[in-house]
């Protein structure tokens, strides 16, 4: 079945940087868009970013751009957000999904258990 496992969250200072990775397993990754979302305390689940199977495709929400990176290794099946000049405001858990189909927009069908990014000083 898919499975989806999140890493390298952590506690960071404003300013600083973090990479996350998703391993991705039990589907073909090559041909599925992937994403990354964010649920701040309190928060709903939002969008963050998506990439489409040969990463010629790459869409950030406005508060990331210029800021984090999306990235995938289909040799290794995994997904990737380089995170910069992180601010408080990034706090939250980030989650990565597979989306239905290798369209960019299509609807995310599977999700990782996440992994907690918290910046502050």
């Known amino acids: 079945q898919v499975q989806l496992v999140e890493s390298g969250g952590g506690l960071v200072q404003p300013g600083g940087s973090l990479r996350l990775s998703c391993a991705a397993s039990?589907?073909?990754?090559?041909?599925?868009?992937m994403g990354w979302y964010r649920q701040a305390p309190g928060k709903e689940v939002r969008w963050v970013s998506s990439?489409?199977?040969?990463?010629?495709?790459?869409t950030y929400t406005d508060s990331v751009k210029g800021r984090f990176t999306i990235s995938r290794d289909n040799a290794e099946n995994t997904l990737y957000l380089q995170m910069n000049n992180l601010k408080p405001e990034d706090t939250a858990v980030y989650y990565c999904?597979?989306?239905?189909?290798?369209?960019?927009?299509?609807?995310?069908?599977?999700w990782g258990q996440g992994t907690q990014v918290t910046v502050s000083a």
């Open positions: 990439i489409n199977p040969g990463s010629s495709l790459r």
């Open positions: 039990g589907f073909e990754f090559s041909t599925y868009a």
């Open positions: 999904a597979k989306r239905t189909s290798a369209v960019l927009t299509s609807k995310p069908d599977s």
